[in-house]
């Protein structure tokens, strides 16, 4: 099995002047939150954490303020040093690394992007995103070359020679973006990057992501307040609560699945039909499911995974039968109007 880019094996982090005698107690008498601080004047940032991010994988970590997403994300790259745990990035624990490798590892492996970029007001967008690289040593010819590349990769081709501050809060997002992918990092941190922003400048700059993930695919660790928004980019999501994960998975599972009321509180206005299958409401192609009498070429298919909610719309535009077909384009279901009827039913429920 191939290594994880990132793994957190039982990560804590308690802040406080008291933060080892505060974990021993934990350790020893299973202490909560409200003990720890009453006791030990600490505060539990991260609790017990353990995940492990494959390579290419998008990872969207939600919670609400306070909840310790920012906290764990600052431990990926050891901006923050736990008070217990392990962080690896393939395979190696950062924890041992000297002062000099953890600096080679911030400036070669992992970009992080901020919900405030903090671009250089006095310098160009150019030199913004070429930063890193200079620090680094690599010639202005090289880095402006490598600049031009990642502008052109968030559209922002053509606005090298502009300043921030000529710049929309949506452009200095990308701004920020390209600067961490200059250096063509195996993993990008993303604290918040759009939460900043209008909705509408939230949700192309969120497209715009999807489709940049497509070509770099990186591993991306992801963090937000929003679960829309982990629904829409994380091949995975985790949900954070007073400083512990309480619930991973898919986005189908965290949605059709909640672990506990809290997560179920946050996904009861999510639609369901997006997460369920036209493979899960399909009659079986059968002479029972009224195969024998339908004509192939008067139908209208769709594949196994297509979701119930874009079948809804073919239903609705159309009263050709609608055939479920395979990988090879073989009918293998026919979705009924009752089947249809029973998953807005359930995804009501």
Not at 17 to 31: H, N, P, S, Y
Not at 174 to 188: E, W
Not at 237 to 244: Q, T
Not at 312 to 323: C, D, G, R
Request: hydrophobic letters at 45%; a neutral charge; aromatic letters at 6%.
């Amino acid at each position: 099995m191939p290594e994880p880019a990132v793994e957190c094996r039982h990560v804590w982090k308690i802040f406080g002047d008291k933060a080892r005698e505060a974990f021993a107690a934990i350790a020893r008498e299973g202490l909560g939150k409200d003990e720890v601080a009453k006791r030990f004047g600490c505060v539990i940032g991260v609790a017990d954490a353990s995940f492990a991010i494959e390579v290419g994988e998008i990872f969207c970590i939600m919670g609400l303020s306070g909840s310790g997403k920012s906290t764990l994300v600052r431990h990926i790259n050891r901006l923050i040093e736990p008070t217990s745990g392990h962080v690896l990035i393939h395979g190696e624990d950062i924890n041992a690394k000297s002062a000099n490798e953890l600096r080679r590892l911030r400036a070669e492996k992992i970009g992080m992007v901020f919900q405030h970029m903090a671009l250089f007001p006095h310098r160009s967008v150019r030199d913004n995103v070429a930063y890193g690289l200079e620090v680094r040593g690599m010639d202005r010819k090289r880095r402006w070359a490598m600049a031009a590349e990642k502008l052109a990769l968030v559209r922002l081709a053509g606005w090298e020679s502009r300043y921030p501050h000529e710049l929309s809060g949506g452009m200095q997002q990308r701004v920020g973006l390209a600067r961490a992918l200059a250096a063509d990092p195996d993993i990008l941190l993303m604290d918040e990057p759009f939460s900043a922003l209008d909705p509408l400048i939230r949700r192309q700059l969120q497209d715009e992501f999807i489709a940049l993930a497509g070509v770099v695919k990186k591993t991306t660790l992801f963090i937000t307040h929003d679960l829309d928004e982990a629904i829409r980019l994380g091949h995975r999501i985790a949900i954070m609560r007073d400083g512990r994960l309480i619930q991973m998975g898919p986005p189908e599972d965290i949605v059709l699945h909640p672990a506990d009321d809290y997560v179920a509180e946050f996904v009861k206005g999510i639609s369901r039909l997006k997460f369920l299958t036209a493979e899960k409401v399909m009659d079986p192609w059968s002479p029972a499911a009224g195969a024998s009498s339908v004509s192939l070429a008067d139908c209208t298919r769709v594949r196994l995974e297509a979701d119930v909610a874009s079948v809804i719309a073919l239903a609705a535009q159309s009263e050709k039968t609608i055939v479920v077909v395979d990988g090879e384009n073989r009918p293998v279901g026919i979705v009924t109007p009752r089947g249809l009827l029973r998953a807005i039913q359930a995804s009501a429920g």
